[in-house]
């Protein structure tokens, strides 16, 4: 949204310089406008029809096309209806576009139909074939699933362009195909791989996740050890990839952000983003900075010829007349940095998109104009949907052309009003790119996030200004990394100082609480969020005229971002007053909070995923965590650590003795460590106080009658960290983690006996193991259960309901309820769950 602005807005703002300038360019060109649209529409209708569909539509148009040229021709001579033959002409040729378009999308979409591939994959066949690689290996988030968490993949694009099927048979085609590799202690060889290197791989075949890609199957890589390359890389990608290299090692001893990010800005390399920074990014729409774009070229660009619309003023900026560089020979050395640009950044679809937006800077070069920009802008629409018809599909693209025009349609115009009110001139023309950008994007980005951010313009506008240094000093650190590594490094310092202080923008900006609004997705929620933003333009001009008003709305704005938890219980009467637990909506996973002060909170397990449990805290308004308990090691309890931890303070981690499974224990303590928190084992039978809070471990236990003596007992669920907690106003709770059967017989059978208490958190998640004597002896006047709705393992058990209910519990459960709340003890015990359930 705003965040594609900043990365096209260098190509814009510097020829945002007057209104007088564009009453003297004239009216913007727009006669190639429609050409452009019809070959978009038509390549992206016919990549998903069968081929004879695209045949005949492609007939139809051209033959219509033709009778009106020629009848437009045939009338050349006669003095009559000169506007008529240049509708016919004009129709004619978007006819003729259109006929390009589908054609040409139709035979890019016979190829990945065509040879033994797309039979194979209907039959998931496993193959062994020889591919090229086509793009830079790029990773997975580590996933949860159940109770384990899925290892983080690599992922490739390459072409099959040789096959053995099951019977021996080998063919030669070219069958582009996503590979799936789990790399496992060979990852580094495999992340080394370089596009248009040659493999011999073998794998099962299964269909793309969608219909109408450009992919023809996924390959799911079972060969194991290194990759066995047939095929060395190009000269051209081996350059490449030094220079990358070379940056990466650049930037080796900057800090932990500016160290990921700073690649990403320079050259599109997000090998080292962590997930957590990307989230950032995300919920502050400056994932535009991660992907190689228009404006890395641009700033090079202007970098060597200033503002695009100075070309041929008699002062002209940047380095080229200083250096005594002629108009010519600027131009000459532009496009060479285009390609190398090209080079450098792998010459895929995105990275052709992002030069083909610098290339509409060199021609504002050459011709002053900026109403020259449209037309280069519709021209290279229709190049690249030719050459590419793919892109026609892509959202990216489609994010691309929406702020690239905006910012030469929209932008001047907004800035010029902003100027005539008394705005400086760049922070005129920055506002009005962002904002142009935003407008026209945010709709697209609803269709693919079914939010809105209401932080992008802000960040936008505090990032920018970095952009440009880390981008030019970046580069430059590219550039000498090869021959002169300390000067390098030194170029990579000065780079990373805007570079972090972007990843700074992007933390701080995501960790407000209403940073995000969700929004209805699919095409009717964006339509309605483009109904309200045309609204919004058309009422601004009146708005500016009441500053009352407009200080009015950015209050407004800022409440509904920082939401502070007084207001927001008045206006959704969440979280409700006085709550002494919480129980989150993690989905499936466990996330506890007991209240222990004014913004303070004592967490117990952290769900599967960290955006869930850190938007539950925020709602909460913890920000100071003297403890997190962690029952056991199991990924739908620990996973979401990291939310924890973001913007707060925290104090400890606990956990359970036994490391199982030892990835996600490994996970915790890195996790902590990173953080720089201490990790401390559960002791059974201690104590500990938090504010009102106190609370014992139950289990496990050391020595007879612990968890590995009791029969039937073991492993990571039976070793959960079980509390007895009495909260504010003599309020007890017991939770039991994952407890299984026997453990939870041990834990009834201790010598110190199980309680009676008011709450109840069910083990593992309402399953279907549940010992009936202790809950018969805990005898909870609530049960409360934490499980994601539809999943996949029934929870909660209807049985466990029904005997919970029949031992006299009210039951909520996050699945229907949302999280929940409990407030008050005894008599006065109350729950609350935000969808509305209560007990």
Not at 29 to 37: C, F, I, M, Q
Not at 551 to 565: E, G, I, K, S, Y
Request: one cysteine or more; aromatic letters at 4%; a positive charge.
């Amino acid at each position: 949204m705003a965040g594609v602005a900043d990365r096209c807005a260098t190509t814009a703002t510097g020829g945002v310089q007057a209104t007088a300038r564009a009453r003297e360019e004239g009216p913007t060109d727009l006669r190639l406008v429609p050409p452009a649209l019809a070959v978009w529409a038509a390549a992206a209708l016919a990549l998903g029809l069968p081929g004879r569909w695209v045949a005949v539509g492609t007939a139809v148009c051209t033959v219509v096309a033709l009778a009106l040229l020629t009848a437009a021709s045939a009338g050349g001579g006669r003095a009559a209806a000169p506007a008529g033959r240049k509708r016919a002409v004009a129709v004619g040729a978007v006819l003729l576009c259109a006929a390009a378009g589908g054609a040409t999308a139709g035979l890019h979409g016979a190829d990945v139909r065509r040879g033994p591939v797309p039979e194979l994959v209907q039959e998931h066949a496993r193959i062994d074939a020889e591919v090229r690689v086509t793009s830079d290996p790029r990773p997975t988030r580590p996933g949860v699933r159940g109770s384990h968490s899925t290892p983080a993949m690599l992922l490739l694009n390459a072409d099959i362009t040789e096959v053995a099927a099951p019977d021996g048979r080998r063919t030669r085609v070219r069958t582009p195909v996503l590979l799936m590799v789990s790399p496992g202690e060979d990852r580094a060889r495999w992340q080394e791989l370089l596009p248009s290197t040659r493999l011999r791989i073998g794998g099962r075949l299964s269909p793309p996740a969608h219909g109408g890609e450009r992919l023809a199957a996924v390959l799911r890589v079972e060969t194991e050890g290194p990759p066995r390359i047939t095929g060395t890389p190009t000269a051209f990608q081996r350059a490449a990839g030094e220079l990358r290299s070379g940056l990466r090692e650049a930037t080796d001893g900057l800090d932990a952000d500016a160290r990921a990010l700073l690649p990403g800005l320079v050259v599109g390399d997000t090998s080292r983003v962590p997930p957590e920074l990307h989230d950032a990014f995300k919920a502050t729409d400056l994932t535009h900075l991660l992907a190689v774009s228009g404006a890395n070229l641009s700033i090079l660009l202007f970098l060597l010829i200033g503002p695009p619309g100075s070309a041929l003023n008699s002062e002209r900026r940047g380095l080229a007349p200083k250096l005594g560089i002629s108009l010519r020979g600027t131009a000459l050395i532009g496009g060479a940095l285009t390609l190398i640009f090209i080079v450098v950044c792998r010459p895929e679809p995105s990275v052709l998109r992002a030069a083909a937006c610098g290339l509409i800077t060199l021609l504002a070069i050459g011709t002053g104009r900026r109403r020259s920009l449209i037309p280069a802008l519709a021209a290279a629409v229709v190049l690249l949907v030719l050459y590419d018809p793919w892109l026609a599909r892509s959202y990216g693209f489609l994010l691309s052309v929406l702020a690239t025009g905006a910012l030469l349609t929209l932008a001047p115009r907004w800035s010029a009003a902003l100027q005539r009110r008394g705005m400086p001139v760049r922070f005129a023309e920055v506002l009005a790119a962002a904002a142009a950008a935003q407008a026209v994007c945010a709709p697209v980005v609803v269709v693919l996030a079914s939010r809105v951010s209401l932080v992008a313009i802000p960040c936008n506008l505090l990032a920018e200004f970095a952009v440009a240094p880390a981008t030019v000093f970046g580069f430059a650190a590219l550039a000498v990394a090869p021959v002169a590594p300390p000067v390098a490094e030194l170029l990579a310092r000065v780079a990373g100082w805007p570079a972090g202080w972007i990843a700074s923008v992007a933390r701080t900006g995501a960790g407000f609480p209403g940073a995000e609004a969700p929004w209805p997705g699919g095409w009717a929620g964006a339509a309605l969020l483009a109904l309200l933003t045309v609204l919004a333009v058309l009422l601004a001009p009146r708005l500016i005229r009441r500053p009352w008003l407009c200080l009015a709305v950015a209050l407004l704005l800022v409440l509904v971002v920082l939401r502070p938890v007084p207001l927001t219980r008045v206006m959704t009467g969440w979280p409700p007053p006085d709550w002494a637990f919480a129980l989150c909506d993690v989905g499936q996973g466990d996330a506890m909070v007991l209240a222990a002060g004014e913004g303070t909170g004592v967490v117990v397990d952290a769900g599967p995923d960290p955006r869930s449990v850190d938007r539950c805290l925020r709602d909460l308004g913890v920000t100071r965590v003297p403890l997190v308990i962690l029952t056991h090691f199991h990924a739908d309890h620990v996973r979401g650590l990291p939310g924890v931890l973001r913007g707060r303070a925290v104090g400890a981690v606990q956990t359970t003795s036994l490391d199982e499974p030892p990835e996600q224990a490994a996970f915790v303590r890195r996790t902590a460590a990173a953080a720089r928190i201490a990790t401390v084992r559960a002791v059974p039978g201690e104590r500990r106080r938090a504010g009102p809070l106190d609370w014992r471990v139950l289990w496990p236990r050391d020595g007879p009658g612990g968890a590995g003596a009791v029969k039937g007992a073991g492993g990571p669920n039976d070793s959960s960290v079980t509390l007895h907690v009495r909260a504010a106003g003599g309020l007890t709770l017991l939770l039991l983690g994952d407890l299984e059967p026997p453990a939870q017989r041990g834990l009834l059978h201790s010598p110190a006996g199980l309680p009676r208490v008011d709450v109840l958190k069910v083990a593992h998640h309402g399953s279907g193991f549940q010992d009936a004597g202790l809950l018969e002896s805990a005898r909870p006047r609530l049960a409360l259960i934490s499980c994601g709705a539809d999943n996949p393992y029934g929870h909660p058990a209807p049985r466990t309901v029904d005997a919970l209910r029949a031992a006299g519990a009210r039951v909520l459960r996050t699945d229907t309820d949302g999280a929940i709340a409990v407030t008050g003890a005894g008599g006065e015990l109350r729950a609350v769950g935000r969808s509305g359930g209560e007990g």
